[in-house]
């Protein structure tokens, strides 16, 4: 079983920073990509920002400039440094991974339980 645990969500005042974090845990061959994706109300989910093993890395366009993703390997765990928060952002915020769990086996796709963060005043 794999399992992907968040936390670091909560209430910020606008302009404000959170760190939210990510980490995979359970039978892991290899982790390709990990990334966050956030849902409002009424909205569809929508991809913030990924990171591949090496490094490389995705942003939405609208937060660009105001989060940065990162991960630890070693640890099999994933970060989103989010400044300058916005009301706009706030949503459940939700971890990915794409990985194998094992060599003879494909690349699925594994979800985190959501962490909500909440920017008001």
């Known amino acids: 079983q794999v399992q992907l645990v968040e936390s670091g969500g909560g209430l910020v005042q606008p302009g404000g920073s959170l760190r939210l974090s990510c980490a995979a845990s359970g039978s892991i061959f290899v982790i390709y990509a990990m990334g966050w994706y956030r849902q409002a109300p009424g909205k569809q989910r929508e991809l913030v920002a990924t990171?591949?093993?090496?490094?490389?890395?995705n942003y939405a366009d609208s937060v660009k400039g105001r989060f940065t993703i990162s991960r630890d390997n070693a640890k099999n765990t994933v970060y989103l440094q989010m400044n300058s928060l916005k009301s706009e952002d706030t949503a459940v915020y939700y971890c990915?991974?794409?990985?194998?769990?094992?060599?003879?086996?494909?690349?699925?796709?594994?979800w985190g339980q959501g962490t909500q963060v909440t920017v008001s005043s």
């Open positions: 990915n991974a794409v990985l194998r769990v094992r060599i003879t086996t494909g690349r699925d796709d594994y």
């Open positions: 990171i591949t093993s090496g490094g490389s890395t």
